[in-house]
T-cell receptor
Framework: DTEVTQTPKHLVMGMTNKKSLKCEQHMGHRAMYWYKQKAKKPPELMFV???????INESVPSRFSPECPNSSLLNLHLHALQPEDSALYLC??????????????FGPGTRLTVL | KNQVEQSPQSLIILEGKNCTLQCNYTVSPFSNLRWYKQDTGRGPVSLTI?????NTKSNGRYTATLDADTKQSSLHITASQLSDSASYICVVRGGRNDYKLSFGAGTTVTVRA
């Protein structure tokens, strides 16, 4: 299984809502990533988890809260978002940070719209 | 700052024709370079990966080249198909933090019948 799955595919939420994005992989990868991608722009790294611990937070606002319940799952909790947070949110995984952070497998993404 | 520049920004080609996309990078030190294909609203899918010592690599109708001396790469699409319509992103690994990838802005390819 060389697949990263993400749910939901689409999400529409108001600025006062609380929602969560989910990401799952069963490749035994120990590093997982969240990216944000605006239209016609490259993905921007948000968070990196290594061995279920947050390794990198690229100065992301606190209204985005990541969580890694186990080595296969990665969540992104959303609260009090702004319309400018509307984007495609991509999850990725790799064998590990040291073993090859470049070999990142991307999920299909969640298209988020904040009203 | 490590940068990856791609050209052209977009192009339109007729089905069956060939095209070549360019990628220039300043990432140093250099580890490897990947070309990804990203369909609209979908996650990127890796097409090829090339390390410092590799000059060319093919994946079906996609052929990537790398000149590590001039820090240039190209992706050639042969006999284009409608399904090739997508954004093609050049991604370079290197720099101080190996986990962090440097993404180009992508080239949007539209194949018309």
């Amino acid at each position: 299984d060389t697949e990263v799955t993400q749910t939901p595919k689409h999400l529409v939420m108001g600025m006062t809502n609380k929602k969560s994005l989910k990401c799952e992989q069963h490749m035994g990868h120990r590093a997982m990533y969240w990216y944000k991608q605006k239209a016609k722009k490259p993905p921007e790294l948000m968070f990196v988890y290594s061995y279920e611990k947050l390794s990198i937070n690229e100065s992301v606002p606190s209204r985005f809260s990541p969580e890694c319940p186990n080595s296969s799952l990665l969540n992104l909790h959303l609260h009090a978002l702004q319309p400018e947070d509307s984007a495609l949110y991509l999850c990725a995984s790799s064998p590990g940070l040291a073993e090859g952070g470049d070999t990142q497998y991307f999920g299909p993404g969640t298209r988020l719209t904040v009203l | 700052k490590n940068q990856v520049e791609q050209s052209p920004q977009s192009l339109i080609i007729l089905e069956g024709k060939n095209c070549t996309l360019q990628c220039n990078y300043t990432v140093s030190p250099f580890s490897n370079l990947r070309w990804y294909k990203q369909d609209t609203g979908r996650g990127p899918v890796s097409l090829t990966i090339m390390t410092f010592s590799e000059n060319t690599k093919s994946n079906g109708r996609y052929t990537a080249t790398l000149d590590a001396d001039t820090k240039q790469s190209s992706l050639h699409i042969t006999a284009s198909q409608l399904s090739d319509s997508a954004s093609y992103i050049c991604v370079v690994r290197g720099g101080r933090n190996d986990y962090k990838l440097s993404f180009g802005a992508g080239t949007t390819v539209t194949v018309r019948a």
